[in-house]
């Protein structure tokens, strides 16, 4: 279970991640050998699962971005431990959900245009076994994108 300064250590570090001990220390006021064993922990206990950077999709040439709903014909665990399999492994796929409602799984792609897009579709996500329909909604504009957890 996480403390408030466990709490207020990911919050910082949520904001900037390239924050300096030092300064991550000051910002939530603990001495800097408190604060990296925190850090530490939050680490070894798979509360923080890792560090990256976040980079403008756009400006990084990847200018369409779509949620596809996705329905299989059949649960059973060999089409379903293969889609998971086979889209997890997707590079395109930025996001992947099990949904309860009209379709079984949501999926965020991004890919440099319309026509990179229809090539997922056509070699990728028709070919795989099971798949009942896959419904598209193309991105217009991104109104709020976070990573961030609300503490």
Not at 26 to 35: H, L, R
Not at 68 to 81: G, I, N, Q, T
């Amino acid at each position: 279970m996480l403390d408030r300064q466990d709490e207020h250590i990911l919050a910082q570090l949520q904001k900037e991640g390239r924050t300096t001990n030092q300064q991550l220390a000051e910002d939530v006021g603990m001495s800097t050998s408190a604060c990296w064993r925190r850090v530490r922990s939050l680490e070894e206990t798979g509360v923080i699962v890792g560090y990256s950077a976040l980079v403008d999709r756009e400006k990084a040439g990847f200018a369409t971005s779509a949620i596809l709903h996705v329905s299989l014909e059949r649960h059973d665990a060999k089409f379903v431990d293969e889609f998971v399999s086979r889209v997890t492994a997707r590079a395109e796929v930025m996001e992947c959900f099990a949904t309860t409602g009209d379709a079984d799984y949501h999926l965020r792609v991004v890919v440099r245009d319309m026509k990179a897009y229809n090539a997922f579709l056509d070699e990728f996500m028709f070919r795989l076994p099971g798949i009942r329909y896959v419904r598209t909604n193309v991105i217009l504009k991104e109104i709020k994108t976070s990573v961030a957890l609300p503490f």
